[in-house]
């Protein structure tokens, strides 16, 4: 089995036992609510993918953040007829300010490359099965048990 390792950027957005999720097209993670967030380009520091991938996931400016974790899973991904062993490795910054409507209903193009959009999502109602991986681990550590 190949195996292989991914380093993402990712933001969390909690207000009111709510948290701000992308639905994802594409990738391991296609059609399931994710973090928002992604790869770090060559050329950046983890911040600057922060401000970048927020923007065009998401549709808002950060005014303020700080980091929370850093932390990775493995994962199987069966991918074009190949089982891949994935790692993936997450810098999660958490977001307290922002400005700017966030944008639920987003195209894939060659900027947005795997954000049909976002929104905020009661937590008590969200389901193992509907979730990433990276982002039932990071709602366990606010202390929230995500069912099945």
């Known amino acids: 089995?190949?195996?292989i390792s991914h380093l993402g950027v990712y933001g969390i957005i909690l207000e009111d036992k709510r948290i701000l999720l992308i639905k994802k097209n594409g990738?391991?993670?296609?059609g399931k609510l994710d973090l928002p967030g992604g790869t770090i380009?060559?050329?950046?520091r983890p911040e600057e993918t922060l401000f970048r991938e927020i923007e065009e996931e998401v549709g808002i400016k950060i005014i303020n953040y700080a980091l929370f974790d850093v932390d990775s899973i493995n994962y199987n991904w069966k991918h074009k007829g190949d089982l891949l062993n994935c790692k993936h490795i997450g810098i999660f910054y958490l977001?307290?300010?922002?400005?700017?409507v966030i944008k639920n209903d987003l195209k894939i193009d060659n900027i947005n490359d795997d954000?049909?959009?976002?929104?905020?999502?009661?937590i008590e109602n969200?389901?193992?099965?509907?979730?990433?991986?990276?982002?039932i681990l990071e709602l366990e550590k606010f202390g929230y048990k995500i069912l099945n």
């Open 1 to 3: 089995m190949k195996e």
């Open 95 to 100: 977001i307290d300010k922002y400005d700017g």
């Open 126 to 135: 969200l389901k193992k099965y509907q979730l990433s991986e990276i982002a």
């Open 27 to 30: 990738g391991p993670y296609d």
């Open 115 to 122: 954000s049909k959009g976002a929104e905020f999502y009661k």
């Open 41 to 44: 380009e060559f050329i950046e």
